[in-house]
């Protein structure tokens, strides 16, 4: 069984404009660097986006709810307003493994909150699950958001995900 990339929350809201992350634009091109080696790769690739609330940046039809990269034909977008990606969408493990993914690569944002628990979703779906440690970030809250990110590192090896830099992420069908 091959793999796939599950591209997590990457909307405008949070790399573009005042409530950008910090270093957004060198974010993002990593995120793009990624999707366009799973591209290259020929795997499934799902875009999840986040419905905010009535009034939150990333409310839905808003400039900021709009995904940073625009998915090709046969890449699927999923919505989401939990931060469980499988939980929200209970169909969505079944539709991978019928595309033959046994294992998935997760990326984007934010640490503390989606890329945990769409994680630990896939877990439990019994995916295999890869977390690149450079390809996930958040805002500073209360400690910087480098901290964070490394503490939801380490949370996730704990959990069994595999742990890699960006750069040794691949991909295969």
Do not use: C
């Not at 957004?24 to 609330?53: M, S, Y």
């Not at 944002?109 to 019994?126: P, V």
Request: glycine letters at 10%.
């Amino acid at each position: 069984m091959g793999n796939a990339l599950i591209l997590v929350d990457v909307q405008r809201d949070m790399l573009e404009g005042e409530s950008a992350i910090e270093q957004a634009e060198t974010f993002r091109d990593a995120l793009a660097a990624l999707l366009q080696k799973a591209r290259e790769a020929g795997v499934p690739i799902v875009h999840v986006q986040n419905d905010g609330g009535v009034g939150d940046i990333d409310e839905p039809g808003t400039a900021g709810w709009e995904l940073s990269f625009h998915p090709e034909p046969g890449e699927p977008v999923v919505r989401k307003a939990v931060s469980n990606t499988f939980e929200a969408n209970p169909a969505l493990a079944d539709v991978l493994r019928a595309m033959g993914v046994g294992a998935v690569v997760v990326a984007g944002l934010q640490s503390e909150h989606s890329i945990l628990a769409t994680s630990r979703g896939a877990l439990a779906n019994g995916f295999d699950v890869t977390v690149p440690s450079d390809g996930h970030t958040t805002y500073d809250d209360g400690e910087p958001a480098a901290a964070i990110a490394e503490r939801i590192t380490r949370e996730l090896d704990a959990d069994g995900v595999r742990i890699v830099d960006l750069e040794f992420v691949e991909f295969a069908r």
